[in-house]
């Protein structure tokens, strides 16, 4: 199982999706007799892989560059993500795209008018949620002010939200493309004396534990970790034991709305 390096001031290596899908790696892999080693990209580059039956990506890197390193080894390979065009490869994801149509039809339905994204669009899956967030705009009468790059943290979260207040940008939603992203936009407005959800409603990603025990609670698109674990696992066993590759596999996500956005 190979993690993409992460920034620590980025993103975290206990982010807890991060932890589910290996857990549900587990669950799939040893029963079938695999053991499974947990490494970093670039430590995985160096070792030449001696030994490994396959490899699980988690982590595609800015522009699924680190894919493209990773599969130049030849092995069957299975990548958390979102499909990139040009890189051939087997993914395995949640539907990031419908996850972001999924945020702006909810907001738009509680009477927001002008959204706010945040996050790194260098990353695939992050990409195909603005994607689908536009497109569900653009059949409304809402409209995006504005899509700005941040770390996945909460601290990266508050000083994108802040600097979009200090500009002079006017929103009354926030689509964030991580929980901990939200959770940060929801502090640094509450700091700047504005009302979650009164002033700003705000939808995030992953539904991870922060996003039920934040007060105000906050509302996410759910992906199921351990079932892409499990999912990532067969898919990687098919390719070793001799399966054709096939296309891409985009699991289901879900709107579980909070306080944020009630």
């Keep these: 199982v190979v993690i993409d390096q992460i920034d620590p001031g980025r993103q975290s290596h206990t982010d807890p999706l991060i932890l589910s ?6 669950e799939t892999l040893t029963p079938a007799g695999y053991s499974t080693l947990l490494t970093t990209n670039e430590h995985f580059l160096s070792s030449s892989a001696v030994g490994a039956d396959g490899a699980v990506m988690l982590g595609q890197g800015e522009g699924a560059h680190r894919v493209t390193q990773v599969s130049a080894m030849n092995l069957p390979m299975v990548v ?3 499909p990139v065009p040009g890189v051939s490869v087997k993914v395995v994801g949640s539907d990031n795209r419908m996850g972001g149509k999924l ?11 002008r959204l706010l994204f945040l996050g790194d669009v260098q990353h695939p899956e992050i990409a195909a949620r603005l994607d689908g967030f536009r497109e569900a705009l653009a059949s409304s009468e809402a409209r995006l002010v504005g ?7 909460a601290e990266g979260g508050a000083e994108a939200v802040r600097g979009a207040l200090d500009i002079g940008t006017e929103f009354d939603a926030v689509f964030a493309a991580s929980d901990f992203i939200a959770a940060g936009v929801c502090d640094a407005l ?9 002033d700003v ?3 995030g990603f992953d539904d991870a534990p922060i996003a039920s025990v934040h007060r105000p609670s906050i509302s996410s698109i759910r992906q199921d970790g351990a079932e892409a674990g499990h999912a990532l696992a067969k898919a990687v066993i098919a390719l070793i034991e001799g399966g ?17 956005s009630r």
């Design 21 to 26: 899908i290996i857990g549900g790696l587990l």
């Design 80 to 82: 958390w993500g979102e």
């Design 103 to 113: 945020a702006a039809e909810h907001l738009v339905s509680r009477g927001a008018s």
């Design 147 to 153: 899509a700005l790059p941040c770390p996945f943290t």
């Design 190 to 198: 509450s700091a700047r004396g504005l009302s979650v959800p009164g």
């Design 201 to 203: 409603a705000i939808v």
């Design 244 to 260: 054709a590759p096939t296309t891409a596999h985009a699991l289901p996500v879900e709107l579980i709305a909070r306080e944020t």
